[in-house]
């Protein structure tokens, strides 16, 4: 991956909500249980007041990624 990979960059809320959805999360509380953050975490990425973190985003991309390939 180099540095203009675009699985590297941050991820807005619009974009999380989406990757969200894409992989069957319907509540804040259950993607934070699925990669190990608090819920408030969650929340504050959702609402922009704090950035997701790249790796974090990173493996959202990923996982949505890997799911279309499967089908």
């Not at 540095?3 to 960059?9: K, T, V, Y």
């Not at 909500?17 to 819920?39: D, F, K, P």
């Amino acid at each position: 991956m180099t540095a203009s990979d675009p699985r590297l960059a941050s991820m807005s809320p619009d974009e999380l909500r989406r990757h969200m959805r894409a992989l069957g999360y319907r509540t804040q509380n259950e993607l934070a249980n699925a990669i190990g953050v608090s819920r408030s975490a969650v929340s504050l990425w959702l609402e922009g007041k704090v950035g997701v973190p790249r790796p974090v985003a990173m493996l959202l991309r990923m996982l949505v990624a890997a799911q279309r390939r499967a089908y």
